[in-house]
């Protein structure tokens, strides 16, 4: 939201420098309190307010599922952990779920056969406790914007039953954007410490 403004980043340094913002050691402001108070203070809302916006591509469901639940969901025994770049079956989902779970990490991973992860999803999608949630970068935007009550947001992205009940009244989807099933991003959970199998 610069508005035509390149020195906007400049006014905000301008600002963050000013003697009131100055901290004494008895009253240590965080760097992000500081920040957002220069952007509070710098930003406007625009003089021209739309009435329509379009967001595009990204859109799916997001489930987030326990990810130990769901493998034995899946009728998949424990193993141990090895970390695979794209996942081809659900094996490979097994062992590099394991993978980074042992190391209290996270990771994203691309599945490449389209059938078993819509299996996949699907169970997840049902599993027992599973949250769905809007997902994918435009339907959450889309979903900020449709906040305001006099925008109408148009949204051109893949979506299916699930993503269209959960998306907000004031999106509209055009039907060449309608599908007939979701496209699923799962978020596989685990506790501080979980361990599965050994």
Partial sequence: FYHGRPDLPEQILQYVGLPHLQTSSQ????????????????ITLPAHQWSKVAVGVNACVDVVVSGVGLLQALAVDPGTGLDHEVLHSKEDLKETFIHFMERGAAAERFFSDSEVFQRIARAAAE???????VGGNAALIGQKFASYPDLMVLLCGPVGPKLHELLDEQIVVPPGSLQETDEFHLIL????GERWGS
């Fill in 189 to 192: 959970e685990y506790k501080a």
């Fill in 27 to 42: 009253s240590q402001k965080s760097l992000e309190h500081v920040v957002s108070a220069a952007w509070e203070a710098l």
């Fill in 127 to 133: 599993y027992p406790g599973a949250k769905l949630y």
